[in-house]
């Protein structure tokens, strides 16, 4: 059984650094892609950081330059290191992976993990 755990979370003055990982146990075939997702009550969720299998990164623009995702494909985690963070960045924090199985895709999440940025 897959189960992704994160840990990393907390709270941070304006302006600090945190650094959220994700180790997956379990086996996991085929990764297609893992990524850092977050929410905030009463809005969706949102994909913050992405990384493919082949390295590729993506950001949505108001964590670009701040954040910085990374993999170790050795020991199946995936991290994302966030910089300079703002009051809005404030949310509960979901890795994801991706997966590609005999009948399609497949996502994988972690249970969620609190990042607060307040003074």
């Known amino acids: 059984q897959v189960q992704l755990v994160e840990s990393g979370g907390g709270l941070v003055q304006p302006g600090g650094p945190l650094r959220l990982s994700c180790a997956a146990s379990?086996?996991?075939?085929?990764?297609?892609?893992m990524g850092w997702y977050r929410q905030v009550p009463g809005k969706p969720r949102e994909l913050v950081a992405g990384?493919?299998?082949?390295?590729?990164?993506k950001y949505i623009d108001s964590v670009k330059c701040r954040f910085t995702i990374s993999r170790d494909n050795a020991k199946n985690t995936v991290y994302l290191q966030m910089n300079r963070l703002k009051p809005e960045d404030t949310a509960v924090y979901y890795c994801?992976?991706?997966?590609?199985?005999?009948?399609?895709?497949?996502?994988?999440w972690g249970q969620g993990t609190q990042v607060t940025v307040s003074s």
């Open positions: 994801n992976i991706k997966s590609l199985t005999s009948l399609g895709t497949y996502n994988y």
């Open positions: 379990g086996r996991i075939f085929s990764i297609l892609a």
């Open positions: 990384i493919t299998s082949g390295s590729s990164t």
